[in-house]
């Protein structure tokens, strides 16, 4: 920046890859040079868009075709702004600027003493018209280049960046392997693209859906208008399903036949609280709502570097250790705001639990707040319990000793000693289906006792235990081991009664499997199962190189050779 404002020329530029900063550079030129007094600023861009990113730290900007004066097919027409002696033009987007409104702006910037300089990338899209006068512009004038992309929070993405601008296509084997690029069938893809679409668009996101041709265009409009106004057709066919007449509490019944439909739904990010200001109509209320909600995004920012800062309990627990890099401690900050920001709107105040349960559905407000502090905890490894109240946990895992009760009596290692081959198949049969069928309720249990141990520290809880059959003593083993005329009257009796535990336990597994949750609607069916199976990340397949040939030294061939000679003179 110091060097394009004191080079002396009328011209400078900033050649520099995306999301290295130019719009910011802009930015702080414009700041430095109006705190000096050299004269006003003008941002222009080649488009709309870019002229509003840009209106943020420079207020005074236009697009091009508004700075000109042109109108539709009359170049010019309306005649230039006012520009004087002393003015800083900011030219942003310069390589999408068409050499005709390039080459007038430069001359404008030369007939009124104005310094102008320029900020693209000439490695990006040029001109839809004729393009390529910043390029002219940056190898005649030279130019000052912003080495790295700070735009990205990953530093994949940053090295990726450049190379992809260099057009190096092996590249994209990267941005593919961390999930960037997505493939598939025409129809999934469409499907995909307008989903993608409507969520955004609900998220506040400004996005551009681009399609290969007109045809594609308009069904992608049709999928999405359908979207869009989904959610009417949705509460109306809700309403509709079945008369509300004798419901004690319609809303109620309404929003259990809306969640049957949707399934488990996650509010949206609230978004930032300035965003949230309701339209009142006084404006000086309106203000003080502006106001307050300015003050509560503060706050926000505040929260997480104090929580940085202070590396407070609560924040350490859920993200770890404060980073040391300044972008990764930002990004921690920002996440510890998030959760900051739930834990004090909340009242949450326990230092070793960071959000708590998630709230009752009849709060949306402190629903998305919580899930917002929740996105920001990031995944963890195996079942995943936090979000669920007391009650769930305490039920899991005092149902665990109930669901190992009836797991059949162990049969492991020992039964390999009965003489009985095919009853000992059958039997190992038993106890993998007793220790699967278990697998699942543990697990959970498991999960719960920690989740409720962390939550209350200074609670005693009884050991977690199992009820399933304890593993055979020396006793039992030394009964299995049979000898010569020993009769195996108590052998059998015993795995007649392992038959027998493995039907009970059979019948029992059924009964679990089909318990459901009933509907808050009481016309309706269930809601599923009571107790879904959890199903484990899989392990990846191991894949093994064939085994290599191995070929025998000449010694060992002579050797085996002479030995074949020996056998044949011996016979």
């Keep these: 920046m110091?060097?394009?404002?004191?080079?002396?020329?009328?011209?400078?530029?900033?050649?520099?890859?995306?999301?290295?900063?130019?719009?910011?550079?802009?930015?702080?030129?414009?700041?430095?040079?109006?705190?000096?007094?050299?004269?006003?600023v003008i941002g222009i861009t080649p488009s709309q868009s870019a002229r509003n990113?840009?209106?943020?730290?420079?207020?005074?900007?236009?697009?091009?075709?508004q700075f000109l004066g042109h109108l539709p097919g009359r170049r010019g027409a309306r005649g230039p702004l006012a520009v004087t002696g002393g003015t800083l033009l900011l030219v942003d987007e310069s390589s999408m600027i068409p050499t005709?409104?390039?080459?007038?702006l430069v001359n404008l910037a030369e007939a009124r003493s104005a310094k102008m300089i320029l900020a693209g990338d000439t490695g990006q899209l040029q001109a839809v018209d004729n393009g390529g006068a910043m390029s002219l512009l940056a190898g005649a004038l030279g130019y000052v280049r912003l080495p790295a992309p700070v735009r990205f929070r990953a530093a994949w993405e940053q090295a990726a960046s450049l190379r992809l601008r260099?057009?190096?296509a092996s590249v994209l084997a990267d941005y593919d392997q961390h999930g960037r690029i997505i493939a598939g069938d025409p129809e999934q893809m469409t499907d995909a693209a307008a989903a993608a679409y409507v969520a955004l668009t609900l998220d506040g996101t400004d996005t551009l859906l681009m399609a290969a041709g007109h045809s594609l265009r308009r069904e992608l409009s049709r999928r999405i208008r359908d979207d869009l106004i989904h959610p009417a057709q949705a509460v109306a066919a809700a309403v509709a399903e079945r008369p509300l007449t004798g419901a004690r509490d319609v809303p109620s019944v309404i929003d259990a036949r809306l969640r049957r439909r949707a399934g488990p739904l996650v509010p949206l990010p609230p978004g930032p609280w300035s965003e949230q200001v309701p339209g009142i109509a006084d404006p000086e209320r309106r203000a003080f709502a502006a106001q307050i909600a300015a003050m509560m995004d503060a706050r926000k920012v505040r929260i997480g570097e104090h929580a940085a800062e202070h590396a407070l309990p609560w924040a350490v627990t859920a993200l770890g250790p404060v980073p040391g890099h300044p972008a990764d401690r930002l990004e921690w900050q920002r996440r510890a705001a998030s959760i900051g920001a739930y834990r004090e709107l909340s009242g949450h105040d326990d230092p070793a639990d960071p959000i708590g349960p998630e709230p009752v559905a009849g709060d949306p407000g402190k629903r998305a707040l919580w899930h917002e502090a929740f996105a920001a905890l990031g995944p963890v490894g195996?079942?995943?319990?936090?979000?669920l109240p007391d009650g769930i946990l305490l039920h899991l895992r005092d149902t665990y000793p109930i669901e190992t009760a009836w797991a059949p009596q162990w049969a492991g290692d020992e039964l390999r000693q009965v003489r009985l081959g095919a009853r000992e198949a059958r039997l190992a049969a038993i106890r993998a289906d007793g220790e699967q069928a278990t697998r699942q309720q543990r697990r959970l249990a498991v999960a719960a006792d920690a989740e409720l141990r962390r939550r209350h520290p200074g609670q005693r809880f009884p050991p977690l235990r199992s009820a399933e059959p304890q593993p055979a003593t020396r006793a039992q083993r030394d009964e299995l081991t049979m000898t010569a005329g020993e009769e195996t009257k108590e052998t059998d009796q015993r795995i007649r009664d392992l038959t027998a535990g493995?039907?009970?336990f059979a019948v029992k597994l059924a009964e679990r499997q089909s318990m459901t949750i009933p509907s808050a609607d009481p016309g309706y069916g269930d809601l599923g199962q009571a107790f879904p199976p959890w199903n484990g990340r899989r392990k990846d397949a191991i894949l093994q190189p064939p085994r290599p040939e191995i070929r025998p030294s000449a010694r060992v061939l002579e050797r085996t050779a002479d030995r074949g000679r020996g056998i044949e003179a011996a016979n």
């Design 2 to 40: 110091f060097s394009v404002l004191t080079d002396g020329r009328r011209v400078s530029v900033i050649n520099a890859p995306a999301g290295s900063g130019k719009t910011r550079v802009m930015t702080e030129a414009a700041r430095v040079w109006a705190a000096a007094g050299r004269g006003p």
């Design 53 to 65: 990113t840009l209106a943020a730290g420079v207020p005074e900007s236009c697009n091009t075709a």
């Design 502 to 504: 493995h039907q009970t």
């Design 166 to 168: 260099a057009g190096d």
């Design 382 to 387: 195996g079942p995943d319990v936090r979000g």
């Design 100 to 104: 005709p409104d390039l080459a007038d």
